[in-house]
């Protein structure tokens, strides 16, 4: 493998590295929160933190599966029905599981378009590592939103910041 090649799939691999820390930091702080106040409705897209938080969980399950050659048509139904514990350990097993996927791809992962339809049914082929970064920051938004909730219930949130990971001593 060329050196190039060798940084571009570190540079995946660190990326789910820091999403995977980011995602710890931010369930070890909703774990400060009781379950009404995780259920208390907020008015935002999802209506709650627990809605937002199993939301980004069925995210994150939606694009493995996708990356996994399949495409499912919504969240499982597990979403609605597991508690914040669950949601917490789906989180980390899709975690684990798409970690494997893309080492056990290798290089193979930066050359690899995915063909997957969306929820609305459109057919779309995009580049696995385009597909990892969406999904990357699709979580960090969300985990913005999260903090926002945890401040209002006056509970700090944690610093999800890339940089503070990397400062942190992770590998580059």
Sequence with gaps: MSA?????LGD???????????ST?????????????????DGSSFGSVHGTFAHLVGAQW?????????????APDW???DDFDELAARLRTIEVQRR????????????????YRTLAGRENRD????LVRHAVNHATYHRGQLALRLRQFRVAPPATDYILWRREGRPL
């Design 62 to 74: 939606i694009w493995l599966e996708r990356w996994r050659g399949d495409s499912p048509g919504g």
């Design 127 to 130: 580049p696995l590592p385009e």
């Design 25 to 41: 930091r931010i369930v070890t702080a909703l774990a400060a929160l009781d379950d009404g106040q995780r259920r208390e409705p």
């Design 79 to 81: 979403v609605l029905l």
């Design 4 to 8: 190039d090649i060798s940084r571009a």
């Design 100 to 115: 494997g996927l893309l080492e056990g791809m290798g290089a193979r992962a930066l050359a690899t378009d995915v063909s």
């Design 12 to 22: 995946l691999i660190n990326l789910i590295t820091y999403d995977e820390w980011a």
